[in-house]
Every structure is written in structure tokens, then in C-alpha cells.
Nanobody, 115 residues
Framework: QVQLVESGGGLVQPGGSLSLSCTASDSIASFDFMRWFRQVPGKQREFIASIAKTGTTNYANSMKGRFTISRDNTKNTMNLQMKSLKPEDTATYYC?????????WGQGTQVTVSS
């Protein structure tokens, strides 16, 4: 069973930046996919970005330009750099990764954007 642990969440002011990390208990070099999602209570989980084994990235249209996904296979870590944060970015952020057909989720990290 692969474990994913998110970190880096916290309170940030509007316009600020934050960097999240997702560390896996297994080598991520063999993961077919790694993704970031976020969720607000009462709403569906929202896709943010993905990064493939090849390094190819994909972003939700609303996240392009402000969020950057990356992976470091040497540290078994996936990162999400967020800038120009807005109050509506407040959510619990989750990482999701795996090797088809297996998919694993982290426990989430809270990001709050508020003055």
C-alpha cells in the first residue's frame, strides 16, 4: 500500500504564494500519474493539475498561469507551487497518484487564503 503525505499548507494572504509537497512512501518514478486536487466542504473534488511519468503536465483551465506542478523522482515528491492566491483558493488540497489500475490519495492539507 502506497502512502502519500501532503505538506506545506497553511494561512496565506491574498496575492501571496504557497508551495505544497506530496511525498510518497514508494518510488514515484514508476507512477503512471500524479495529480493535485482540491475540495471545499459541500462541493465536489476539483482537479488542479497532473504530471505524467514522462513529465508532461496538464492543468485545469482556471489554474493555468498561477499553479505549477512538478515532480522530483529522487525525493519521491510531487510539488505544487501556487502564486497570486485568492480567497476562493481556500480548500483542502489532495495529492493523488498511482500505477494503473491502482490509485492512492493523501489525507489532504488545508490552504486558507485570507487577510
Amino acid at each position: 500500500q502506497v502512502q502519500l503525505v501532503e505538506s506545506g499548507g497553511g494561512l496565506v494572504q491574498p496575492g501571496g504564494s504557497l508551495s505544497l509537497s506530496c511525498t510518497a512512501s514508494d518510488s514515484i518514478a514508476s507512477f503512471d500519474f500524479m495529480r493535485w486536487f482540491r475540495q471545499v466542504p459541500g462541493k465536489q473534488r476539483e482537479f488542479i493539475a497532473s504530471i505524467a511519468k514522462t513529465g508532461t503536465t496538464n492543468y485545469a483551465n482556471s489554474m493555468k498561469g498561477r499553479f505549477t506542478i512538478s515532480r522530483d523522482n529522487t525525493k519521491n515528491t510531487m510539488n505544487l507551487q501556487m502564486k497570486s492566491l485568492k480567497p476562493e483558493d481556500t480548500a483542502t488540497y489532495y495529492c493523488n497518484a498511482g500505477r494503473v489500475p491502482y490509485s492512492y490519495w493523501g489525507q489532504g492539507t488545508q490552504v486558507t487564503v485570507s487577510s
